[in-house]
């Protein structure tokens, strides 16, 4: 019944007691059931499953569909504030850090089980979108759910202070792509390279100023943010006549500069194609006023000046500097080519190239703010 090679056998009992979280009743029999991987591992997870099957409640029959994510072990010496530091998402499952939170709901968790490996499996709700493509406003509602959650913790309460939430998330990011970097400079003039970064030499000084960015950005009011919010990790869910953002991946969940969560919200969308090129501008303004307007409903007074520049500083880091060591192995080996395009819904890697090149070239041109 276990549709994957390589994953740990799953029991049809153990299932029914997930399932039955799920159903929040009782289900007598699991009767089948199919494992299919969704994402490979990325850092500080093995893996992402889906799994799904048909169960039996007295004479009942119904089906099911299940998230299982199984977390890397990690050891005692771990320094649990890092970026990617691998069990946080079970921590903040325990949380309730979403406790009486309007507008933004993290799936449920419908069970954890720590194995004698080391690592852990979060079984959870498999979420499904209410909607297909989303239009520009609907960011903007995301941006305001955002902000609220948030501005909750700015508007004069204390940061929670688990040791385990991430801090300094941005610099960690950027200590990862320094062998990247270092091959960058070298390659700069490369054909194969310029496809994305034919401004190379604005990325690199941007890399030799990034203490100065990320002092500016440490020092600006400082709140709680998710720090991976894009397209893909956001699903729209309707409830009680309200149109709430159910927001999933909370591996990165940390305390950051209030703002500094647009800037996934803005570049990852843009780069995974999910919002055309053309309106990265439009999308920017969406998100910003929502964001604002989240903020101000939240009791947060923060200057909109100094939210501005939190995401600009940012934004003009994330991608162009920090993806660095994502994008070269791609325009360096034509043997991922494929796989990058079937991730983009088919999207010829050419596409992607110019996308992503024009993106670097906006990014850093917001990075001139700290000029002005």
């Known amino acids: 019944m276990n549709g994957f090679e390589g994953l740990p056998s799953i029991d049809g009992q153990l299932l029914a007691r997930v ?10 029999e699991v009767t089948e059931w199919h494992v299919v991987r969704i994402q490979a591992g990325a850092g500080e997870t093995e893996g992402v499953y ?3 099957g048909a169960g039996r409640d007295g ?12 977390l890397q072990s990690s050891s005692p010496q771990d320094e649990v504030w890092r970026w990617n530091y691998q069990q946080r998402e079970w921590h903040f499952y325990r949380s309730g850090l979403l406790k009486g939170q309007h507008g933004l709901v993290a799936p449920r968790c419908l069970g954890v089980m720590h194995r004698k490996d080391g690592r852990t499996w979060l079984w959870l709700e498999d979420v499904a979108d209410d909607d297909g493509t989303w239009p520009l406003a609907r960011y903007g509602l995301s941006a305001y759910h955002l902000g609220r959650f948030s501005g909750r913790f700015s508007s004069g309460g204390a940061l929670p202070d688990y040791p385990w939430l991430s801090r300094r998330w941005l610099r960690g990011w950027l200590e990862e792509a320094a062998p990247a970097i270092a091959r960058l400079r070298l390659l700069r003039n490369d054909p194969a390279v310029q496809g994305v970064y034919d401004d190379a030499d604005s990325i690199l000084q941007l890399w030799d100023e ?11 009011p400082q709140t709680l943010c998710h720090l991976d919010a894009h397209r893909r ?13 159910v927001l999933i991946d909370w591996a990165f969940v ?12 803005v570049s990852a ?25 989240g903020l101000r409903d939240a009791g947060c007074s923060t200057d909109p000046e100094l939210v501005h520049m939190a995401y600009s500083m940012a ?20 043997g991922q080519h494929r796989d990058v395009e079937q991730l983009h819904h088919g999207t010829p890697v050419e596409a992607l190239f110019d996308r992503w090149g024009a993106m670097n070239r906006h990014l850093i041109r917001l990075g001139d703010v700290l000029a002005d």
Do not use: Q
């Not at 940390?254 to 919200?265: F, M």
């Not at 995974?272 to 910003?288: H, Q, S």
């Open 254 to 265: 940390g305390v950051a500069a209030v703002g500094e969560d647009l800037a996934s919200l």
């Open 59 to 70: 004479n009942a029959a119904s089906g099911w569909s299940l998230i299982l994510k199984i």
């Open 50 to 52: 889906r799994v799904t």
């Open 315 to 334: 934004a003009s880091l994330r991608f162009p500097v920090g993806a660095v060591r994502l994008v070269l192995p791609m325009l360096l080996d034509p």
């Open 269 to 293: 969308t843009i780069a995974m194609g999910e919002v055309a090129l053309g309106d990265m501008k439009r999308l920017e303004a969406t998100v910003l006023d929502g964001y604002l307007e």
């Open 210 to 220: 990034r203490e100065k960015r990320l002092s500016v950005l440490e020092h600006c």
């Open 19 to 28: 399932v039955a979280g799920l159903r929040r009743t009782t289900v007598a």
């Open 233 to 245: 990790n956001m699903f729209s869910r309707r409830s009680a006549g309200e149109e709430g953002t």
